[in-house]
Structures are given as C-alpha cells and as structure tokens.
C-alpha cells in the first residue's frame, strides 16, 4: 500500500476501535447514575449492588479509552502532520476542553469507584452526575473537531494563509450541534442494547435472578427512550446536509442526477457507469421530502458539481442503508419486549423474545459505526470539505505498513479482553445455582 492508503487505514482502524470503547464509556455513566437514583428513590439496594458491578467495565473501559485517544493524537501528528498545521489553531481548542472534560470525568470516576465507604449515598449519586456529563460534553467536544472537518469555518486564508483565525467560530461550526447531539443518542442506544444483549443471553441460559431481570429492563430502557430521539436527530442531520453538504446526501442517497421530486432509494447497487441503482427500491418523490418537507423540491445528485471532487456513493450508499436497517432491527424486538412486558407486568422470560434482543444487541455498535463511515466516506476526498484534499494533508513518510499490522493485533486482543469483562458482571450473582424451576426457560 501507498502511503496515503496505508494512513487511511491505520487511521480508519484506530478510529472503528476506539468509537467502541468511547461509546460504552459514555453510555455506561448514564446507566450508573438511573441506577443510583433508583435506589436513592426506591431505598432498593439492588440497584445500588448494579451500580457498583457495572463500574468496574466503566473504569476498564475509561483506562482502555485514554490510552486508544492518546494513540489517536500521536496518529492525527504523525500520519496528517501538513493537515494538523493547517486546523491546529482551529480545531486545537475543541482538543483542549475534551482534555479538561477528561480531567473531570477521571476524578469523580476515582471518587466513585473508592468513595463506596466514605461518601453518602447521595455524593455517590452526585459523583454519576457529573461523571455522566462530563463523558457526554468529551465526546461533543471531539466531534466538534469531526464537524468541522466537514464544514470549516473560523478562518480566511490570505495567499494560502489562515488569517482572522477565530477558534471558538470553529468549535461551534454549522455541523457540530447535529453530529453531536445525534452522536450522543446513539452512544446511549448502542451501550444499552450492548448491555442488554449480554443480559438477555443468561436469561436464556436459566439465570433468572432478580439482577438480570432488573439490569435487562434498565439497560433497554436507556436504549429505548434515546431510540426515536436518534430517529429525530438523525431527520434533523439529513436535512442540515442536504443544504450544507449536497455532494454527501447525493452520495448517501446514490442520487447521479439532479432531480426536481427525487426518489428515494432503499437498498440496492449504485452504478456509477450506468447513473442508476441497481436492485434498489424506488419510491418516488421521497427524497425532496426528507430533505426540504417538499415533495417537488430539486436535489442536486454529484452531476451537479466538478469530477473528482464528490464522494464514491458505492461507499457512501450501502453504509447509510446499513445505518437505518440496524434502527428497525433495534426497534422491532425492543418494541415487542416492551409491549409483552406491560401486557403481563413483569419481565417477559420467553425465548423468542430474549433471541430477538440478543440478536439485534451488537446493531447498536453497528450502526454507529456506519454512521462513522458515512460522515468520512462522505467527505471524501476532502480532509478538509473544499480547503484540503487528503491527498495534501497526508505525511510524506512510506513504510507505515508496519505500523498498522502491530496496532492492528493490539486493538483485536484489547477488543476481546474487553468483550470478556463485559460479559462477567450479568453472572457474579450466579455464583450458587439456581433452583431448578428457575432456570426452566418458557418457549
């Protein structure tokens, strides 16, 4: 591989990981401080007993984040030195605040986690307040610095020059309210089908303790109520794109002509050679629609603007597709445990019921890694949209090769060192066996 290419992939793979490890270390916060307030509330103790078992992933996760996130900034030098001397002024203080949020964050963490004989019960619950914010408001503040990559502002340049450089117009660019609010939701959604899925699979296996009835039923409630929201939020980014980054949403939506009354396109092949989607399904009119509430709107499709500077939609369109199925897949078997649960007023134990919510557990992170793609895949083959190609902002250094195939076996044995640990809490409980009519599972 070139230089270029081995970058992106080094880049592209350093990134696929740590999303993960982010994700949860925001979406587990959440679930720690519904846990502690329940149990602040209700005087159950059991809750507090989930708190204290699911910190334990929280902090491994933490530790395992900072040390990916501290790769990430060596990679972002190192592979993209001509880029960051270009954005640093501008992107640096998004940088800087997700540094201070950081700080936060691992002090009310060491608070929490060894404070359980010193604190109240109620600093505890303060301590998940503050640790859930301060790992939503780091990871805003990181994609701030994503947002702005797709939409640069804050600068003029001057004979290739950045002058009238304004950090803070950087921080709050067009994209950075809908990226990060959808972005947040869809961490919650991830982390708590994640969770859920690990303890829907021991209610298959007879475990039927009170523990993972009650840390089931949370850890889909978190992920069910951000679940439309990130609909909403996902509608309010497709319409934002559709006028700040029209190449994007012609890519997404594998749209080759600029169309008045555009059709929307599930599914399917984009052939570039041909201008049309093979094998797709084509609904009419509903693409101006969802991009300006006007079913005669005219979308511009990437005939509309210069060769070689809009996005492949071979990349782009698949992985959007991806991204919207795995919010059906999600939807449909929480939707359906949750209308068994109010029809018998507790936990549903059947087997096809806890199959659907294990089977559609890891589409959160699916999803989420989708979406990814498609911002950068969109935004191709700008590093920076309309100032800098990746091809410019690349290191001129070869042999990166290497490099990627070590980083490569690290991330893999992190990843499924982590997957082990998370899989341990939903049986601590579990330690005596069960009775046996507790551990019959209903068909």
């Not at 502002?153 to 660019?173: I, W």
């Not at 609909?231 to 949403?249: C, E, F, N, R």
């Not at 555009?262 to 041909?274: C, F, K, N, R």
């Amino acid at each position: 591989m070139d230089n270029v290419l081995s970058a992106r992939v080094l880049m592209g793979i350093s990134l696929g990981f740590h999303i993960i490890y982010a994700t949860i270390g925001i979406g587990l916060p959440l679930m720690l401080m519904i846990a502690e307030g329940l149990s602040l509330r209700t005087r159950d103790e059991l809750y507090h007993q989930l708190a204290r078992r699911w910190i334990r992933p929280a902090g491994v996760l933490f530790a395992i984040g900072a040390v990916s996130g501290t790769i990430l900034s060596f990679e972002l030098g190192l592979l993209w030195p001509r880029f960051m001397a270009f954005s640093g002024p501008l992107i640096g203080l998004a940088f800087s605040m997700e540094g201070y949020a950081f700080f936060v964050e691992a002090i009310f963490l060491a608070l929490y986690i060894y404070g359980e004989q010193r604190l109240s019960r109620r600093m505890l619950f303060f301590c998940t307040i503050v640790l859930t914010v301060a790992a939503a408001i780091s990871a805003v503040f990181v994609i701030s610095a994503n947002a702005w990559m797709n939409t640069p502002t804050g600068f003029r340049l001057a004979d290739g020059k950045l002058v009238d450089v304004h950090p803070f117009q950087a921080l709050t660019n067009p994209s950075w309210a809908h990226e990060a609010l959808h972005g947040t939701l869809a961490a919650y959604v991830a982390t708590g089908f994640a969770v859920a899925g690990v303890y829907a699979l021991h209610l298959l296996r007879g475990h039927r303790s009170e523990y993972n009835k009650r840390a089931l039923t949370l850890a889909l409630a978190v992920a069910s109520v951000s679940l439309p929201l990130m609909l909403v939020s996902g509608d309010w980014s497709a319409m934002t794109i559709a006028v700040q980054q029209k190449p994007k949403l012609a890519a997404m939506e594998a749209l080759f002509t600029t169309t008045k009354g555009a059709p929307l396109y599930i599914g399917g092949w984009p052939d570039p050679a041909t201008g049309t989607v093979l094998y797709g399904i084509r609904i009419p009119n509903l693409l101006s629609y969802l991009a300006f509430r006007d079913t005669d709107a005219i979308v511009e499709g990437l005939d509309a603007f210069p060769p070689g500077t809009t996005p492949d939609p071979r990349l782009v369109h698949p992985f959007f597709d991806l991204m919207v199925a795995s919010f059906f897949i999600m939807l449909a078997p929480a939707g359906w445990f949750w209308w068994l649960h109010w029809r018998r007023q507790e936990v549903p134990l059947n087997k096809w019921p806890l199959r659907a919510l294990l089977l559609a557990s890891p589409f959160g992170m699916i999803a989420l890694e989708s979406g990814w793609l498609v911002t950068e895949f969109g935004r191709q083959p700008w590093i920076a949209r309309g100032h800098m190609r990746v091809t410019e902002g690349v290191t001129p250094q070869t042999s990166i090769g290497l490099v990627l195939f070590t980083f490569f076996v690290v991330y893999l044995a992190l990843t499924v060192g982590l997957l082990m640990l998370l899989m341990r809490p939903a049986t601590i409980e579990n330690g005596t066996k069960a009775p046996q009519e507790d551990r019959h599972v209903d068909p």
